[in-house]
Nanobody, 120 residues
Framework: VQLQASGGGLVQAGGSLRLSCAASGSIRSIDSMSWHRQAPGKQRELVAHITSGGSTNYADSVKGRFTISRDNAKNTVYLQMDSLKPEDTGVYYC???????????????WGQGTLVTVSS
């Protein structure tokens, strides 16, 4: 299973960006999908998570500004980021887990990361 993330870029504070992450390969099912970020000099942190049933949870720092969603038909997870702040700057990684088509083996994969830079 592979992930392809896109949508990062440079934006001014107060602006918006939409990240996408598409899963492909030998997929039987997708369970949870999530976005994480790593700011310079800091550890990677969970930003938002969505279950197969559509339940979501967010880091306190992004609640009310970010929205995670998924399109199960496209095996894709999105992160709509509004009212961006300079402290949102970092590399954003998607993570997906589920069951593979072959023997229903579980997988847990990470995308390559996409850089988001928010200028003040």
């Amino acid at each position: 299973v592979q992930l392809q993330a896109s949508g990062g870029g440079l934006v001014q504070a107060g602006g918006s960006l939409r990240l996408s992450c598409a899963a492909s390969g030998s997929i039987r099912s997708i369970d949870s999908m999530s976005w994480h970020r790593q700011a310079p000099g800091k550890q990677r942190e969970l930003v938002a998570h969505i279950t197969s049933g559509g339940s979501t949870n967010y880091a306190d720092s992004v609640k009310g500004r970010f929205t995670i969603s998924r399109d199960n038909a496209k095996n894709t997870v999105y992160l709509q980021m509004d009212s961006l702040k300079p402290e949102d700057t970092g590399v954003y990684y998607c993570n997906v887990n589920g069951l593979g088509r072959a023997f229903a083996l579980p997988y847990d994969v990470w995308g390559q990361g996409t850089l988001v830079t928010v200028s003040s």
